[in-house]
C-alpha cells in the first residue's frame, strides 16, 4: 500500500527530475495578454487561442485599447473559438473594469481578480500562479482527472476540493509548476479516453495503474 506522503513526494521528484522547466502553452508577452488568452481558453484548446490571439492582440495592446472596442469588432477576431459570443462580452467587461479599477494593470490577488468578468476561480488562479508565481493551483478538467486517477487526491467531487488537497500536500515552491505538470500529464500522457499508460513515468505511484494491474491479476 503506497501511502499518501510517498506518492506525493514521487511525483514530485520524477518531474523535477525530468521536467524541471514546465509553464503555459498558451502564447503571451504580459498579464493582459495571458488574461485574454486564458478567458478565451475555456473549453476551446490551447492551440486553437494560440491562432486567435497575434491578431487580437495587434488589434488590442492593452486594456484601455480593448476597452473601447464594440462588440462586432471583438466577435470577428474570436468567432472561431467556443462561447464567441459570451467571450466577447466578457473580454469587454474585463476590459472596462481593468481600466474604471485597476488602472489598467491586471492586478494580483485571486479576490480583485475574481472581480473581473469572465474570470473564475480557476482562471484567477492561473494568473496569480503564471505571472505572480502565487503558491495557488489552477484545477482545470486535466488537473482534476490526474490528481484524481494518480491518487493525489481522494474521493473529490469538485474542483475546488481537488484544489485543497493539492494545495496541502504540495510545498509551496513547488505549487506553481505542478500546476503545469498535471496538465500537461494529462494532455499528452494520462489522457481522458485512453491513458498511455505504456509511456507513463509514474505508474509506480499510480492508483489508477496499480488498480487495473490487480484486476487483470484476479
Known amino acids: 500500500m503506497i501511502s499518501k506522503k510517498r506518492r506525493y513526494e514521487y511525483f514530485i521528484e520524477y518531474f523535477t527530475k525530468h521536467q524541471p522547466q514546465a509553464d503555459t502553452e498558451l502564447v503571451y508577452t504580459d498579464p493582459y495578454q495571458l488574461l485574454v488568452a486564458v478567458i478565451l481558453s475555456a473549453q476551446c484548446t490551447d492551440k486553437r487561442v494560440n491562432i486567435i490571439t497575434p491578431a487580437f492582440y495587434k488589434k488590442f495592446p492593452d486594456a484601455g485599447s480593448l476597452s473601447k472596442a464594440i462588440e462586432p469588432e471583438v466577435f470577428e477576431l474570436i468567432k472561431s473559438c467556443s462561447y464567441p459570443n459570451n467571450k466577447t462580452k466578457n473580454l469587454l467587461g474585463m476590459a472596462k473594469m481593468l481600466v474604471n479599477d ?41 488537473v482534476f482527472r490526474v490528481a484524481a486517477r494518480i491518487g ?67
Not at 485571486?110 to 488562479?125: D, F, H, S, Y
Open 102 to 142: 485597476f488602472n489598467g494593470v491586471v492586478p494580483d490577488n485571486i479576490e480583485a481578480l475574481q472581480k473581473l468578468p469572465g474570470v473564475g476561480r480557476k482562471t484567477a488562479n492561473v494568473i496569480a500562479s503564471v505571472v505572480f508565481k502565487k503558491p495557488v493551483m489552477a484545477v482545470d478538467t486535466h
Open 152 to 218: 493525489l487526491s481522494i474521493n473529490s467531487k469538485t474542483p475546488l476540493e481537488t484544489e485543497k488537497q493539492l494545495v496541502e500536500n504540495i510545498p509551496e515552491k513547488h505549487i506553481p509548476i505542478a500546476h503545469h505538470w498535471l496538465i500537461l500529464h494529462g494532455r499528452y500522457i494520462c489522457q481522458a479516453r485512453k491513458p498511455l499508460c505504456e509511456k507513463c513515468g509514474i505508474t509506480e505511484i499510480c492508483k489508477f495503474y496499480n488498480s487495473k494491474n490487480k484486476e487483470r491479476m484476479n
